[in-house]
């Protein structure tokens, strides 16, 4: 009895349903393999970057949030010289006017397990 409940728990942890269509697909899938819609990747929010930039740049935040902690520290050692605030502002400027998929290919690349 306990193997189908805990086998009926896992088949859903695992799957999701197609963006389009609904069908039921693996939790990984990048493409529907009914109707072939690619999956949005669930990662990091284009605009929680811009604005993490543009209001908490100058310590490097937003450089921690897209995965990038070395910049992040860089940023933290010259907080006090303005210059990663500055930046910071540009980059939620540059971040603001990124396509969807350039910003995805740059900072919200799936995992290859």
């Known amino acids: 009895m306990n193997s189908n409940p805990s086998t009926s728990n896992d088949t859903a942890v695992e799957t999701k349903f197609c963006t389009?269509?609904?069908?039921?697909?693996n939790l990984r899938a990048v493409?529907?393999?009914?109707?072939?819609?690619?999956?949005?990747?669930?990662?990091?929010?284009?605009?929680a970057a811009a604005l993490i930039a543009i209001f908490l740049g100058s310590f490097g935040i937003h450089k921690f949030y897209l995965?990038?902690?070395?910049?992040?520290?860089?940023?933290?050692?010259?907080?006090?010289?303005?210059?990663?605030?500055?930046?910071?502002?540009?980059?939620?400027?540059?971040?603001?006017v990124m396509s969807e998929e350039n910003f995805d290919a740059k900072y919200n690349v799936p995992n290859q397990n």
């Open 31 to 47: 493409v529907c393999p009914k109707c072939g819609v690619p999956q949005a990747h669930k990662g990091r929010s284009k605009l």
């Open 67 to 96: 995965g990038r902690p070395i910049w992040g520290i860089v940023y933290l050692l010259l907080f006090w010289t303005l210059v990663p605030a500055i930046i910071g502002f540009i980059e939620g400027i540059v971040y603001l």
């Open 20 to 25: 389009d269509c609904g069908e039921n697909i």
